[in-house]
């Protein structure tokens, strides 16, 4: 079973289905033992990171994703699920993150347009299991006016350029993370639910 965490904001419901479509149960929930209970666990979000981690910080689901990480289990971060896995955040004043990647989170360049709104490439830099079925230079959908930098590069599995080249998706150990939306994806998307949730099987 895979948990997606409900706090407050974000496609839970499309991201519900998708695992779904792909043959992986998925439960929304904000109960801390059904995160311990889950074989995997999936932040998504679109939203405001502020109140996103006001949110997990005063309901606990912050330190229960904390705890579940570093005992191994699979996690995925979606879009602001990404941002929230970072030290700190500079969106509308300095938001303090889970700091479970070092790195902060910063706005698009101001020479383009503002949301990131569409189809865009990645380019893939190292090996994520749940991009092994994904080719080079593929389109994947994107919502987002800020995005990650990472203290560590060594973190970076694809870029994508808009302005910048910027990152689009993490890899650390049991942690994958992207910028892109996969539940809106369409087929490709589809395939990297379905190589997270053999992750968790």
């Avoid at 992986?24 to 109960?31: L, S, Y």
């Avoid at 360049?109 to 189809?119: D, F, L």
Wanted: aromatic share 8%; proline share 4%; hydrophobic share 40%.
């Amino acid at each position: 079973m895979i948990a997606i965490i409900d706090y407050g904001v974000g496609n839970l419901r499309s991201v519900q289905k998708g695992f779904e479509k792909v043959g992986f149960k998925a439960v929304v929930t904000r109960d801390k033992d059904m995160l311990t209970q889950a074989d995997g666990i999936v932040l998504p979000g679109v939203g405001a990171f502020k109140d996103a981690a006001n949110s997990l910080s005063g309901s606990g689901l912050g330190e229960e994703i904390i705890k579940n990480i570093s005992k191994g289990k699979p996690f995925f971060g979606i879009c602001l699920g990404l941002h929230l896995l970072f030290t700190q955040s500079k969106e509308h004043g300095i938001t303090q993150g889970l700091d479970i990647i070092p790195g902060r989170v910063v706005s698009l360049p101001s020479n383009v347009k503002i949301p990131h709104m569409g189809w865009n490439q990645i380019k893939k830099l190292t090996d994520a299991p749940v991009l092994t079925e994904i080719g080079e230079g593929s389109y994947l959908y994107f919502v987002h006016s800020y995005h990650v930098v990472p203290d560590d590069r060594s973190v970076v599995a694809t870029t994508t350029d808009y302005g910048i080249e910027f990152v689009s998706s993490i890899r650390k150990k049991n942690i994958f993370a992207s910028q892109f939306h996969p539940e809106k994806s369409s087929k490709l998307g589809l395939k990297i639910l379905r190589k997270f949730g053999e992750m968790t099987s």
